[in-house]
C-alpha cells in the first residue's frame, strides 16, 4: 500500500461498542492500524487515565499515540420506554487515537 493511500492514525476509528474492556479496544484499533498499512508497536507504558477512558500508548512509525475509548460513534438504540417500540440515535463508546505531543506542545518537525 503506498504511504499516500494509508489512513492517518488519528482518523482509524475502532467500533468496539459499549462493552468492550480497554485492552480489547487498544488490540482492535492496532490491528485497523495494521491493516492500513501502518507498522504500530504498543508502548509498555500504562494508561494514565483509565478512568478518563485511557487505554494506553502505541508508536506509529516513530510518533506516538494514546488510545482512548469514549463515546464517540453514532449508533441506533432500541427504546420501548413508552411502551412502543423506537429507535434512538446514541453515542456508542469506540477507541480512537490522540496525538502525543512533547510536554510543551512542541513539534520537532515543525521547526
Known amino acids: 500500500m503506498a504511504l499516500d493511500d494509508r489512513t492517518d492514525p488519528a482518523q482509524i ?5 459499549d462493552f468492550a ?10 490491528y485497523l492500524a495494521s491493516q492500513a498499512g501502518w507498522q504500530v508497536d504498543l508502548s509498555p507504558a ?8 485511557d487505554c494506553g500508548i502505541v508508536e506509529v512509525e516513530g510518533l506516538r499515540y494514546r488510545i482512548r475509548l469514549t463515546p464517540r ?8 420506554t413508552g411502551g412502543k ?4 440515535t ?18 520537532p518537525y515543525l521547526d
Not at 476509528?13 to 461498542?17: E, H, L, M, S, T
Open 13 to 17: 476509528i475502532a467500533k468496539v461498542g
Open 21 to 30: 474492556d480497554r485492552e480489547r479496544a487498544i488490540e482492535v484499533w492496532m
Open 46 to 53: 500504562k494508561p494514565e487515565n483509565p478512568d478518563d477512558g
Open 73 to 80: 460513534t453514532r449508533t441506533k438504540l432500541a427504546d420501548d
Open 85 to 88: 417500540l423506537t429507535w434512538r
Open 90 to 107: 446514541v453515542f456508542s463508546h469506540a477507541a480512537w487515537a490522540e496525538p502525543v505531543l512533547e510536554p510543551d506542545n512542541h513539534v
